[in-house]
């Protein structure tokens, strides 16, 4: 296969798992996003396919031949990690040129290169300015363009917004988005950021625990959790205990949701309803009732905070839809079976 692949990759410190047998293909010019909680592997790994980490177990293949045993810097990489680390001494342009000049490329070669990069990141004109003069976005541009500079095969990055504020972080993403779409290069990502990998990513990995819960495109983990984990990392949802009733009916806080069945041979579980899809109506008319607690207006979305049974159930509308319900009226809840996915509790 064209692409990379990670084959049954481990790393263990001591007795220590922190990447538990991961194994994952993906073809040439995906963009993926790793993504998980704080001290799940997800740096562990990108640094094992860059070579800075020595897998305990298992390989890393790229374009069909075995990079494990090869160093950092033969590899073809390009990296991009959180600190930039911008050579504060050269100018954005000796920036950007530094691995062409290191890897002996001509004078006229290192400059057009530089141009080229420099019109890709919207900096056309920068290169002789002092990196210390440049805004955080523009220096995150530069330490993309260095690190895209030999044009590598495999382009890594590690949570390379993160030091930026939202507004221009959102930006960013979109912007190295289209760069790696006009590029069509092999890109990593690793991020806290569910909202960033849902922005960027082909294919989303969602680890725990040094192990891959699910790789997805975006909208299908959203969409398609494969577990309560990963239901409640990726966006917010409701996680409700679900179980069988006699006639094999899917029941929620005690009612029947109506037309939802278990799958075959589970009889407990818990059903995942994301808070676009919870919609509320009257008191007799859910298939759950229950009281409003909390109305949260955001302005472009209205999120209605509801107990019923002793749980809080969320659900959220735009102001066109508006319910009018506010805090203290009795409502009913429905749980649309087609937006309802039961998962392992
Ligand atoms: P974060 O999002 O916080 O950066 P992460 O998912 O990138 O976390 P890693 O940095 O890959 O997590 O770390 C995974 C686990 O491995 C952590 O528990 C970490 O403490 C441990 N770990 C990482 N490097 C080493 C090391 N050199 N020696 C011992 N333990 C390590």
């Known amino acids: 296969m064209s692409g990379l692949e990670l084959q049954d990759i481990s790393k263990r410190f001591g007795n220590f798992t922190a990447v538990d047998n991961v194994r994952l293909s993906v073809p040439h010019g995906t963009f993926v996003c790793m ?25 890393v293949v790229l374009d069909g031949g075995d990079l494990t045993p090869v160093p950092t810097h033969k590899r073809n990489l390009g990296m991009v990690f959180q600190s930039l680390a911008l050579f504060p001494h050269l100018n954005v342009g000796e920036n950007i040129a530094y691995p062409l000049r290191i ?12 141009d080229e990069l420099l019109a890709m990141i919207h900096l056309t004109g920068y290169g002789d300015r002092p990196v210390s003069k440049l805004s955080g976005g523009q220096r995150q541009r530069v330490a993309i363009a260095r690190a895209l500079a030999i044009s590598p095969k495999l382009f890594l990055l590690d949570e390379p917004l993160s030091a930026l504020d939202a507004k221009l972080r959102e930006a960013m993403q979109v912007e190295l988005r289209q760069l790696q779409q006009q590029l069509g290069i092999t890109t990593i990502v690793v991020t806290h950021d569910q909202r960033e990998a849902m922005t960027m990513a082909d294919l989303v990995v969602v680890m725990g625990e040094g192990r891959i819960r699910q790789a997805a495109p975006p909208i299908e983990i959203y969409r398609r959790p494969a577990d309560a984990f990963v239901a ?106 087609e937006n309802c996915v039961v998962l392992d509790a």
Do not use: Y
């Open 35 to 59: 993504l998980g909680p704080s001290g799940c592997g997800k740096t562990t790994l990108l640094r094992m396919i860059a070579g800075l980490e020595e897998p305990s177990s298992g390989r």
């Open 103 to 114: 890897r002996g490329v001509d004078r006229g070669a290192q400059k057009k290169r530089v």
């Open 232 to 337: 409640d990392f990726i966006g917010s949802t409701n996680l409700l205990d679900v179980e069988a009733d006699g006639a094999g009916r899917a029941t929620v806080l005690g009612r029947a949701v109506p037309g939802l069945e278990m799958p075959s041979g589970k009889n407990k579980g818990v059903i995942s309803v994301r808070p676009e899809d919870v919609h509320l109506t009257a008191p007799a008319e859910g298939t759950v009732a229950g009281k409003v607690t909390f109305v949260r207006d955001l302005g472009g979305t209205i999120e209605t905070f509801v107990e019923a049974e002793g749980k809080t159930i969320v659900a959220v509308t735009t102001p066109r839809e508006r319910t009018g319900f506010s805090a203290g009226d009795p409502v009913g809840i429905v749980l649309p079976r």
